[in-house]
Nanobody, 123 residues
Framework: QVQLVESGGGLVQAGGSLRLSCAAS????????MGWFRQAPGKEREFVAA????????YYADSVKGRFTISRDNAKNTVYLQMNSLKPEDTAVYYC????????????????WGQGTQVTVSS
């Protein structure tokens, strides 16, 4: 079983940047697809980005394309989400997730999840 711990969230002004990290423990996740999701107050959790086990394939929600970058360091068992040009509508709890299925925005295909980290973007 893999345990995930997210970090790097916080309060930032619109137009600013944050880098989220997701550290995995328990077993190596180097063969797993990893993803980031977010849940804003009063809304359902939504897909943000995903990355293949090798890091060679990435996939983004249209709302973050061109502003966010997902990456991974399998040697460090860590996945990152670089968030630039942040907007107030990016405010949410951000969750890291992983699984053995192929790259997908579908939450049900991810087997394990972190507890989340809060990102707040002020206008």
């Amino acid at each position: 079983q893999v345990q995930l711990v997210e970090s790097g969230g916080g309060l930032v002004q619109a137009g600013g940047s944050l880098r989220l990290s997701c550290a995995a423990s328990g077993r190596t996740f180097s063969s797993d697809t990893m993803g980031w999701f977010r849940q804003a107050p009063g809304k359902e959790r939504e897909f943000v980005a995903a990355i293949s086990w090798s890091g060679s394939i990435t996939y983004y929600a249209d709302s973050v394309k061109g502003r966010f970058t997902i990456s991974r360091d399998n040697a460090k068992n860590t996945v990152y989400l670089q968030m630039n040009s942040l907007k107030p509508e990016d405010t949410a709890v951000y969750y890291c997730a992983g699984g053995s299925n192929r790259l997908s925005p579908r939450q049900g295909l991810y087997d394990y999840w972190g507890q989340g980290t809060q990102v707040t973007v002020s206008s």
